[in-house]
């Protein structure tokens, strides 16, 4: 079974400028979810999508966060503008079953560096 | 917000030893997960104990959870240099919005 992929793996920015991540879960799972981990932390859920619904996003910064997942299949970050205080690792995960009770699979992560 | 702490933060071993890891955490939870993240493989799921249960095995790894005390345990036995990673609790918290919340993680070192 292939894992989740992501793209890219590493990514360097000017502040100010856009920036996209890409994410291709595990086959057959419904439930998507993009987090954030800083250096020496856990990470942290920016939004859960089942299915293309995005059924928490509390903890996504909206005025510059956007994400999608059009077909309820692969699914895109976008930080637009990027500030240095974006600077992270950019994980996503899927799990086959609905809701966070279950077993998740992550994804490499995008490392984001902005100077 | 991070609910779990991991304790200690950071643990030195020699192959071959146990290697015991504690998790806190703060508010009910319906089950308690743990991760563990190298450079290698990314962050990887451990194992899965309910709020109902007390111990569960798989393998090298044996957890346990006491709700009473909001902790929970996590016990590799013979280690190998390949456990060197870090290791976090997850924690999915109860009512409302499910929400799995990361600990802050601790770094196993096992040295061959």
């Given amino acids: 079974e292939a894992g989740v992929v992501q793209s890219p793996r590493y ?7 856009p920036v996209a991540f890409w994410c291709n879960p595990i086959s057959g799972h419904n439930t998507l979810y993009w987090y954030l ?16 619904e995005a059924v928490d996003d ?4 909206k005025d510059r966060f956007s994400a999608e997942r059009l077909k309820g ?6 930080i637009q503008p990027a500030e240095l205080g974006d600077s992270a690792v950019y994980l ?7 809701g966070q009770g279950n077993e998740q699979f992550f994804g490499p992560g995008t490392r984001l560096t902005v100077l | 917000s991070q609910q779990g ?18 998790c806190s955490y703060k508010t009910s939870i319906n089950n308690l997960q743990w991760y563990r993240q190298n450079s290698g493989r990314g962050l990887v799921h451990l194992i899965l104990i309910r709020s ?23 016990l590799i036995t013979a280690s190998r240099a390949a456990d060197t990673a ?12 499910e929400k799995l919340v990361f600990g802050k993680g601790m770094k196993l070192t096992v040295n061959p």
Avoid: W
């Fill in chain 2, 5 to 22: 702490e991991e304790d200690p933060q950071a643990l030195s071993i020699q192959e071959g030893e146990n290697a015991t890891m504690n």
């Fill in chain 1, 92 to 98: 996503c995960a899927s799990s086959r079953r609905r």
């Fill in chain 1, 37 to 52: 981990q800083n250096l020496g932390q856990g990470p942290e859920l920016l939004i859960r999508y089942e299915n293309e």
């Fill in chain 1, 73 to 78: 299949v692969d699914s895109t970050l976008k």
């Fill in chain 1, 58 to 61: 509390s903890q996504l910064p």
């Fill in chain 2, 86 to 97: 870090s290791y976090f609790c997850a924690t999915l918290t109860q009512g409302g919005s």
């Fill in chain 2, 52 to 74: 109902n249960e007390r111990e569960k095995h798989s393998g090298r790894l044996r957890v346990t959870l006491d709700t009473s005390k909001k902790s929970s345990s996590l």
């Fill in chain 1, 11 to 17: 990514k360097i920015i000017e502040k100010k400028q």
